[in-house]
């Protein structure tokens, strides 16, 4: 009795093998609970000093001496001062060269006001200076100035941001306030296609960098009625607007508020571009996998806010950001709706396809040659134990030295000159890959392996998630080169694990393929007929769920 | 420990829950070691029943648990058996689901190892494996569900797939007399067979996690008649291939099964593998459940977090998995947690469901 017990016991080795298996991942936790830790630590920082607040003193020169000061140095800056209509009334006007429109300050503001005539008016009647001031200043803004946008202010520093942005101040002579005219007029490119997402057939429109060209994109081709557009400010120093889109009776008043409350939370300097608020509001940061998805298409935006997700728009880029998104979303094309079903169908099983052979290729590979060769066919065994003959390296080596040279190549090719460009492409790919297969540094399966590869990525509609990919490829050939064909599965478990755990903005990311929803599954893999979606996908739990036509 | 509000499963998910549970271990050994016991070829009435049987408990264990609204068997059985024969019987199911979760890995580890990987050692395939295995369950029963919602459709498809193309080799006459012998050695085998498919009980825990609980026996009962098809039609396609004579002499029948058939001009040419690919997905979903169903019991005896225990455990169930020095004491294990099972899980739910209605009626009585 007491040998059997003893027999079972573990020995050392086994004990030791324990206490490694309990310390490496408890030593992992650990590290990434202190990354969040850390990130969290960051935004705790000390009030900024607000700018001395500034106000007007209703004394014309002393005001515009004050702002002469501030940024009266920049040339494009421009003071003009004139004279109000009959009266002796001096007013100053200020202005940057080039943001603001110089036609709509010329003939509404100036010529407006110098040629108004106090004649006619029965403004001398007030007894008291005050009430009769007051009466010039309401004339002046509601009858003399041409110009739709008008605010009045006396914060100095209000209207030197304003200057700067393209509005026109005015300060009249014995007034306290100076007006804000809306003047501006940015510089913007034509809308054309974006180069990142075309299409074979669809609208050939564009994002551009200006925010009121994108609002305006999005009110002329999106539904016009409940479509709501709520404008705030980003950025502590250079501050820039941003808009939150969505439908106000379709999208969920709680994902609303959740991201209100992420945006808020943004503490930064400067946001060059939506790249930056993707990062600062994604849900897990340290995940391989983008949370949000961006875009440059408006049709891929209105088609999103009609299924209840929202948009986050900046000032000063095309890309417009998509809350929330799950994984199969990131393999979608606009396309797959413009075609018929059963072309949109096939190609959509088609591009799954080849985001699992882009995944999966190179370990498969490494872990049938190296592993098992014996779940090849005999002849194909055969073949390829014959091409690998002088291939001095193990066939990870092999595959990593041509993926890392393929990846090398790909991003090279993102910054050559357009007339470069193509050759480059042959070079590499078929001169460089032929030498080395003659070389004997790599067999010719491998060059076919990883040129499949590469083509198969390339079908992934959205650059991010391409990205991804590409980076799970050198993991999962780790994996492959460690176990074989079992590290493949692990590989594949961890991956589905991850998928599975992580949520964008409360909603799973492996949805719709879990949890079960068969209604969701009408637009998964496949793409029913437009007559069969009739409703909503439940996952952004619209209020709304059938959908109108 | 409650249970948070967030933390809840859907009807199907549960049902989903327990299929993957029971389909485990039992896929590679079923035709043989029920074939041993019955020695006639009416296994797949054996298995039926087995399954019928299942079914009933599984239907005691979820009234059983739904006496308790939102509670667990852990905080429950307290309730019933006063405090501490309550806290001896949650360590006794406890040890039981560490055992399984031990038993799993390393049989998983143990074909691995003949099959895919001949000169890796153990330590070395089951680490990683356990380590994927906490890493889903820190992210929760609802991640939990979700990842067997998207094992199962895999696991069900290609097993039926390899199934369907053994067609060639499967004789009717093997399968024949039915009922030669009688009625007699079909109830031999009916241990194994039952045992096969344990599984159910991991419902005394879910029933706390489902946001419809009322729908539970539904869940259990799908959950339970998915694995009945699987396995007549698995024992079926195995006896029908290789008569029982060949069954009894092949340690792990069904990769036999695979093996033995050839599709020429198809991509791969030996299937077992492929097989062994599916069948170690599998595995995985089991050995997770039960791991999170220790953690779980441990953190509401101990009133801590989930997370603690997953990790503590972690080395607890490789020891145990460690233990068995060869391949046979491994299937002596299996018996041994067998004969636990049919106490822990077929006889007490009864007598606690017992005990809880005559409580209950006691305490009608006196307010009456």
């Known amino acids: 009795m007491w040998k059997n017990i003893v027999y079972f016991l573990p020995d050392w080795q086994v004990i030791m093998q324990a206490i490694i298996i309990f310390l490496i991942p408890y030593l992992i936790s650990r590290l990434f609970i202190w990354i969040r830790e850390n990130v969290n630590q960051t935004e705790k920082k000390q009030e900024s000093n607000t700018f001395q607040e500034s106000r007007a003193t209703g004394d014309l020169n002393l005001d515009v001496k004050i702002i002469r000061e501030k940024i009266g140095h920049n040339s494009d800056v421009h003071f003009r001062e004139f004279i109000i209509g009959n009266t002796d009334i001096r007013a100053v006007i200020i202005f940057v060269e080039g943001l603001s429109d110089k036609d709509l300050i ?138 939150i889109a969505y439908i106000n009776d379709i999208a969920d008043p709680d994902l609303i508020q959740e991201i209100k409350n992420r945006l808020l939370k943004i503490d930064i300097d400067y946001l060059p571009e939506t790249g930056y608020v993707e990062q600062l509001i994604e849900d897990n940061f340290l995940s391989i996998f983008p949370q949000v998805q961006n875009t440059e298409r408006p049709d891929r935006v209105i088609s999103a806010l009609m299924e209840g997700r929202v948009a986050i728009l900046l000032d000063g880029t095309p890309f417009v950001l998509i809350v929330p998104v799950t994984f199969s979303m990131l393999l979608q094309s606009p396309e797959d709706y413009y075609e018929r079903w059963i072309p949109g169908t096939l190609l959509r099983l088609l591009r799954f396809l080849a985001a699992i052979i882009a995944l999966l290729a190179p370990s498969l590979y490494i872990s049938f040659i190296s592993f098992q060769p014996a779940l090849i066919p005999t002849k194909l065994a055969i073949s390829i134990a014959g091409t690998r003959e002088g291939v001095p390296f193990p066939s990870l080596i092999e595959a990593l030295i041509m993926e890392i040279s393929i990846e090398i190549l790909r991003e090279a090719g993102l910054r050559l000159p357009k007339p470069i460009g193509p050759a480059m492409g042959i070079v590499g790919g078929l001169i460089i890959g032929e030498a080395a297969v003659n070389a004997g540094i790599v067999s010719p399966i491998m060059v076919i392996v990883v040129a499949l590869t590469a083509i198969s990525s390339f079908t992934i509609p959205q650059y991010s998630a391409g990205i991804t990919l590409r980076i799970l490829r050198f993991v999962a050939m780790f994996f492959a080169a460690l176990f074989g064909l079992y590290g493949v599965i692990l590989f594949i478990l961890f991956l589905c694990s991850h998928l599975v755990i992580l949520k964008s903005f409360g909603v799973p990311y492996a949805s719709p393929a879990v949890p079960y929803k068969l209604s969701d599954w009408k637009d998964f893999m496949v793409r029913v007929p437009i007559m069969m979606m009739k409703r909503r996908p439940k996952l952004t739990k619209t209020k709304d769920s059938i959908r109108k036509g | 420990m409650i249970i948070s509000s967030n933390d809840k499963i859907s009807t199907p998910q549960a049902a989903v829950v327990v299929t993957n549970f029971i389909l485990a271990t039992g896929i590679l050994t079923l035709p043989r070691t029920s074939v041993e016991k019955v020695k006639t070829p009416d296994v797949w ?171 539970a026996i539904k869940a259990v009962l799908i959950g339970t008649f998915i694995p009945l098809l699987f396995y007549v039609f698995l024992v079926i396609m195995v006896i029908g291939a290789f008569s029982i004579n060949g069954v009894v002499v092949r340690t792990w029948p069904s990769i036999d099964l695979i093996r033995s058939f050839e599709i020429p001009g198809l991509i791969f040419e030996r299937y077992e593998s492929l097989l062994l690919v599916i069948w170690i997905m599998q595995i995985f979903a089991s050995f997770t459940i039960s791991f999170y169903a220790a953690a779980l019991g441990l953190a509401q005896l101990f009133d801590k977090k989930v997370k603690f225990f997953i990790y503590c455990l972690l080395p607890v169930i490789y020891i145990v998995a460690m233990t068995p020095h060869t391949i046979n004491e491994l299937f002596k294990l299996e018996d041994v947690l067998g004969n636990i099972i049919i106490i822990l899980f077929g006889v007490l739910p009864l007598i606690l469901f017992i005990i809880i209605k005559w409580k209950r009626g006691k305490v009608d009585e006196t307010i009456q």
């Not at chain 2, 059983?64 to 852990?74: A, D, M, R, V």
């Open chain 1, 106 to 243: 010329d003939q509404f503001i100036m010529k407006s006001l110098m040629n108004v005539s106090f004649k006619n008016k029965p403004l001398f009647v007030y007894k008291s200076s005050l009430e009769r001031e007051d009466k010039i200043f309401e004339f002046i803004k509601n009858q003399v100035l041409h110009i739709g946008e008008v605010k009045e202010t006396n914060n100095l520093n209000e209207l030197t941001t304003k200057i700067l942005k393209g509005s026109t101040a005015l300060f009249i002579e014995g007034f306290l306030d100076a007006f804000i005219l809306e003047t501006v007029k940015g510089k913007t490119r034509s809308i054309e296609e974006p180069i990142t997402e075309p299409l074979v057939r669809g609208p050939r429109l564009g994002f551009t960098e200006l925010l009121s060209d994108n609002t305006a994109i999005l009110r002329q081709h999106g539904e016009n009625e409940s479509l709501s557009l709520i404008k705030s400010q980003v950025g502590k120093r250079g501050k820039k607007d941003l808009v």
């Open chain 2, 45 to 215: 009435l054996t298995v039926i029943l087995g399954g019928i049987i299942m079914m009933i408990a599984g239907v005691i264990m979820v009234k059983l648990s739904q006496q308790f609204p939102g509670k667990t068997f852990f905080q429950y059985n307290q309730e019933i058996l006063g405090k501490w024969f309550g806290w001896l019987l949650s360590l006794l199911i406890i040890f039981y689901f560490i055992s399984i979760s031990g038993y799993q890995v390393r049989s998983m580890a143990e074909v691995t190892n003949f099959f895919l990987l001949e000169s890796t050692p153990i330590w070395a395939i089951i680490m990683p494996f356990m380590w994927i295995g906490l890493y889903l369950n820190i992210g929760g029963i609802n991640s939990i569900a979700r990842m067997f919602e998207i094992i199962l459709p895999i696991t069900i498809v290609f097993f039926l797939l390899v199934l369907f193309m053994s067609y060639k080799l499967f004789e009717i006459d093997n399968l024949r007399p039915v009922l030669g012998s009688g009625f007699l050695p079909v109830l031999k085998g009916l241990k194994t067979t039952t045992l096969a498919y344990s599984g159910p009980e991991i419902m005394l825990l879910l029933v706390a996690f489902m946001s419809q609980p009322n729908k």
